[in-house]
């Protein structure tokens, strides 16, 4: 089993171990046994692979500390080659393991740079007759070695310890130290490079690499060491030696050209020598004029613009290293010929992001993979910018280059997508409202209206980020709020949720919390008060388009490729003929200040009050008393009131001055009527949730049951619509206050017959509350004359809403209930009523409201349907048997509501004629019992 342990990396195209070698091996293995450890090194099974890696490296260290000699033991020699050897190796996971154990072995052994790298040519040396398959491995392992020793932190700390300690706080002498330590660094980089070009597979994985290396060096080490390595691959800048090598590689090939084609050769040879010697004349002309700036050297002089010089391994090394270059343009460092301060300022200028012009730091991303560690150095880089500079990024990446039509591909779309993935992490409150651009946005739509578009799954992942990041806990206060103003807003869709089918936009607004709730309510308001400015477009009405979209057809045509033909012959017929279906508008519809469209402020103002409604309708919303209460006096206000006047505005802001979260501004002209008729809904469905909810945020109770409370009340046990109904009563008797329409003629009349009666049961049910507290016996009496009164005042406050909308049978309704609540009220001694001879008789009082609730279900008014509910809740404590034989028979009749339901009360006269036939047929009952007898 040993044997077979020791050739499995040769397998793969790993040199086997020397005789010498493999002796020390079986020696080591005698007496300490760590061969075992490398098998499991590269079991798939992480715990085990895990065990292992402790394992081992305690042994290893554990001999080293026993070893007196100079050097390491036997054991941390063999494990430092066989794992060095080990990460060319593809069996398993034996790259994991070994590259590990690697790290943490060099650390500690504090193991000589020099010594990894000779073990990495020797063990991982790459020979002309090797495979394609074996050369992918050795390259893949001399990338994981290198990796290893970086991350060690050995290549950057010196060669020991000790040194370390002395040098610490201190500048090294030693010129000659130093120059091997830059020489080292060089190496380490050359070699990286070399990887980098080998392959494409392998300049990703490289890439990441190269990060880590640069990120944590000084920045002397990274000029002297790392960025003459760089220049002309990164930056596109040769040094001399490379220009010499380049020169003599030239002449080489055509000596070789000259032997191979004879007199073809000797021209070639002229030929080269000639550009040969124009390249000599060219670098010198660059060494005798050092301060020419080198990026203006590459401008293009016909559009001005500069000239892209970075490659992405260039914009990566910039972006990691920008410390580094500002500290050596600060402390003075010689950089690297024929580099000059005024390119590195140029380099550090171009990744700052100042302007959106065509930056060749972008450029150089058109290109890179996905996968690249650019995009996440780019994005990380990104959060130290200033909004602006933030938004810059983004307008000249994703609109000019990645999503712009002209030249965007799939590929590119999608590296933008998971761009703005990294970019959300990192943004902040003012950053991300920057990202959601038009051509951004509109990619993303267009790729979710059909599941067979190329990056469907792509846009579909990035909303479930979106959404992912406004439910955890890394989206701060308000951010979500931005994202909804973004996914609705001008480059949005205010259907964004109908158009997509994700419900986004529902689902992050289920997530807020109530202060967001608060000031999105509010934000809704200031926006239906303030609309954006909109650009000289048609709505049609009949097809719902909006700037020339049909987003009915549009939907539909991507849900049903099929029609896409028929939808190009109905736009041309459009086009042909445009004024037929465009809608006039006129001065008396209130039309907006011109070059804007009306029609377009009508669909903006529709979507603000349906996301009101959508608030109110979603469940998980979290309610409080400010926000509803405001969107409810909001609601009213604009739906009935004319709040173009001044004295009306000044009103509303006087009465209202302790709601906070309303919004009351001078509209400049009038509301059209479709928009006034939507804002009335929308504050029934307001009232609604008002009337039927208890109080808001209520405290979890310590043993888990909420008592149950009355609908309709806030916390301190008032009733909501009340405060409602006491606004309109100040307005209907306020001169200055303005109606939208004039009332009919006795309905303010109705009114006030309404509010004195509201006050009037208002008063009753203060003595019902007196006579609670003092008398106990009379407790339950008292407490169904209480529920009683309470019942009425909602008929009455409900029935007074009526009011401003016009409602027909005002009259009616007011009367009935004045009369009923007379009929109960004055009559009632103890619960019986008493006629003209003082006999008393017993009234139902429950059998009045009841029929009166029947008569409002029959009527067309949902905001009456609402309050029926409402007070039947209220009334089921003190309901009777008479009241529900009302009930049973309106449900077992076939068409209860064919003619009204009539509330009669009986009259005195009725009531002795009953009293005279019931006296009447008793006797006659008692004739005929006295006749049987007989």
């Known amino acids: ?402 999503f712009n039509p002209e030249h965007a591909t799939h590929t590119r779309k999608a590296c933008g997508l998971n761009f703005f993935r990294l970019m959300l992490q990192t943004g902040s409150d003012e950053k991300i409202p920057l990202m959601f651009t038009k051509r951004f946005m509109s990619s993303v739509m267009t790729s979710l209206t059909d599941e067979r578009t190329y990056l469907h799954k792509a846009a579909k992942t990035t909303i479930d980020a979106l959404i992912a990041f406004c439910e955890g806990d890394a989206a701060g206060e308000g951010v979500k709020l931005q994202i909804i103003a973004g996914l609705t807003g001008p480059f949005g869709s205010q259907r964004f949720d109908d158009i997509t089918k994700t419900g986004a936009v529902g689902k992050i607004i289920a997530k807020l919390s109530v202060k967001e709730i608060t000031s999105y309510t509010q934000h809704l308001q200031t926006l239906f008060l303030s609309p954006p400015p909109f650009t000289e477009s048609e709505y049609n009405e009949e097809d719902n388009v909006i700037n020339g979209v049909n987003d009915d057809e549009e939907e539909e045509e991507n849900t049903n490729p099929s029609k896409k033909g028929k939808r190009g012959k109905k736009n041309k017929k459009q086009q042909k003929q445009p004024k037929k279906n465009k809608r006039k508008q006129t001065e008396g519809e209130g039309v907006v200040p011109s070059g804007t469209s009306y029609t377009s402020i009508e669909y903006h103002q529709t979507f603000i009050l349906n996301q009101i409604l959508q608030l109110l309708r979603t469940p998980s919303t979290l309610r409080s008393e400010e926000w509803v209460m405001g969107t409810a006096f909001f609601t009213l206000a604009y739906a009935f009131f004319d709040m173009s006047d001044e004295s009306t505005v000044a009103f509303m802001k006087e009465q209202l001055k302790d709601v906070a979260c309303v919004t009351f501004d001078k509209l400049e002209k009038p509301l059209h009527a479709r928009i006034r008729d939507l804002m009335k809904t929308r504050f029934t469905a307001v009232l609604n949730e008002l009337s039927s909810k208890g109080p808001f945020q209520q405290e979890t109770p310590t043993d888990g049951h909420y008592k149950r409370v009355q609908g309709g009340v806030n916390a301190d046990g008032e009733l909501r619509v009340l405060r409602i109904v006491s606004l309109i009563d100040s307005a209907l008797n306020n001169d200055e206050v303005e109606l939208c329409v004039e009332l009919e003629d006795g309905n303010q009349e109705r009114f006030a017959q309404l509010m004195a009666l509201k006050n009037k049961v208002q008063s009753d049910i203060k003595k019902a509350e007196k006579k609670n507290k003092k008398s106990k016996k009379k407790k339950n009496n008292n407490n169904s004359a209480s529920q009683i009164s309470q019942s009425f005042l909602l008929l009455i406050l409900h029935t007074a809403l009526l009011v401003l909308d016009n409602s027909s049978g005002l009259e009616d309704v007011a009367d009935d209930l004045e009369k009923s609540y007379d009929a109960i009220t004055e009559k009632v001694v103890g619960g019986k009523s008493k006629d003209e001879e003082g006999e008393e008789e017993s009234i139902d009082a429950s059998e009045v409201i009841v029929d009166i609730l029947l008569s409002f279900l029959s009527k067309p008014s949902s905001l009456l349907r609402g309050v029926c509910q409402q007070v039947f809740e209220a009334l089921i404590p003190s309901v009777t048997l008479g009241a529900m034989r009302l009930l049973v028979g309106v449900l077992s009749s076939p068409r209860p509501f064919d003619g009204p339901v009539v509330i009669e009360v009986d009259d005195d006269e009725d009531l002795a004629e009953k009293e005279t036939a019931k006296e009447n047929a008793q006797e006659d009952d008692k004739e005929e019992e006295e006749e049987e007898e007989e």
């Open 1 to 402: 089993m040993d044997t077979t342990e020791d050739n499995k990396p040769a397998e793969n195209g790993v040199a086997a171990e020397d005789a010498t070698t493999d002796a020390a091996a079986k020696n080591s293995k005698d007496d300490n046994n760590i061969l075992k450890f490398f098998w499991d090194l590269a079991s798939l099974d992480e715990t085990l692979r895990i065990k292992a890696a402790e394992n081992l490296i305690s042994s290893v260290l554990e001999s080293q500390e026993k070893h007196t000699g100079d050097g390491f033991c036997s054991d941390a020699e063999y494990a430092l080659s066989r794992l060095v050897r080990g990460v060319g190796s593809g069996r398993k996971a034996a790259r994991q393991g070994f590259s590990v154990v690697l790290t943490e072995l060099i650390r500690s052994l504090n193991a000589s740079p020099q010594l990894v790298l000779e073990l990495m040519d020797k063990s991982l040396d790459i020979k002309k007759s090797m495979k394609k398959t074996e050369l992918r491995e050795i390259h893949f392992g001399r990338l994981v070695a290198l990796a290893s020793l970086i991350r060690s932190g050995c290549l950057l700390n010196g060669s020991s310890k000790a040194e370390n300690k002395k040098k610490k706080g201190k500048k090294s002498k030693d010129n000659k130290g130093d120059n091997d330590k830059f020489a080292m660094i060089s190496d380490v980089a050359q070699r990286l490079l070399d990887l980098f070009n080998f392959k494409s597979f392998l300049q990703t994985p490289t890439a990441n690499i190269i990060r880590d290396f640069i990120t944590d060096m000084e920045a002397e080490t990274f000029v002297r060491g790392v960025l003459p390595v760089f220049l002309s691959v990164a930056f596109g800048v040769k040094s001399k030696h490379e220009e010499e090598q380049s020169t003599s590689n030239a002449a080489k090939s055509t000596q070789k050209n000259n032997k191979k084609k004879g007199k073809g050769g000797e021209l070639a040879a002229k030929r080269a020598k000639k550009t040969t010697s124009n390249t000599n004349n060219s670098s010198d002309e660059e060494d005798e004029d050092n301060e020419t700036d080198l990026l203006d050297k590459l401008a293009d002089e016909e559009d001005g613009t500069t000239s892209s010089h970075l490659s992405t391994l260039g914009l990566m090394i910039v972006v990691c290293a920008r410390k580094h270059l500002k500290k050596a343009i600060k402390k003075d460092i010689p950089l690297p010929s024929p580099l000059q301060k005024t390119d590195v300022q140029k380099w550090l200028e171009l990744i700052s992001f100042k302007t959106t012009e065509t930056n060749p730091a972008i450029t150089a991303l058109t290109d890179a993979p996905m996968v690249h560690p650019v995009w996440n150095i780019l994005a990380s880089h990104a959060s130290t910018l200033s909004a602006t500079h933030f938004g810059n990024l983004w307008e000249s990446l994703a609109e000019d280059i990645q």
